[in-house]
């Protein structure tokens, strides 16, 4: 198993519009192989500020997805609420 963790800045006033689009993406990605879970944070005193983490069952399910039609139609709506490129980080248990 692996964990995606990605970090989003939104453009202050459009955190609703964000909201529903990173529902939009999370749904979209229910169905996909490999796909186990996600959840999607605020920080604390900082609205314009997201983490997303995600659990897929290997980097192979994760690349497919990441470079897959859906999520490029997902992050159409997403990435103009974004004041910077999203940053993602792949983790994976210690040995």
Same mark, same amino acid.
């Given at each position: 198993?692996? @964990? $995606? $963790? &990605?970090?989003?800045? &939104?453009?202050?006033?459009?955190?609703?519009?964000? %909201?529903?689009?990173?529902? %939009?993406?999370?749904?979209?990605?229910?169905?996909?192989?490999?796909?186990?879970?996600?959840?999607? =944070?605020? *920080? =604390?005193?900082? #609205?314009?500020?997201?983490?997303? $983490?995600? @659990?897929?069952?290997? =980097?192979?399910?994760?690349? *497919?997805?990441?470079?897959? *039609?859906?999520?490029?139609?997902?992050?159409?709506?997403? =990435?103009?609420?974004? #004041?910077?490129?999203?940053? $993602?980080? &792949?983790?994976?248990?210690?040995?």
């Amino acid at each position: 198993m692996i @964990k $995606i $963790i &990605i970090e989003r800045r &939104i453009m202050p006033g459009l955190e609703e519009e964000y %909201e529903q689009a990173a529902r %939009e993406a999370m749904r979209a990605s229910l169905g996909v192989r490999g796909f186990v879970g996600g959840e999607s =944070l605020v *920080e =604390l005193g900082h #609205t314009d500020r997201r983490l997303m $983490i995600t @659990k897929w069952r290997d =980097l192979r399910a994760w690349n *497919e997805w990441h470079s897959s *039609e859906a999520r490029a139609n997902a992050m159409q709506q997403i =990435l103009p609420l974004l #004041t910077e490129d999203e940053t $993602i980080r &792949i983790y994976e248990a210690s040995r």
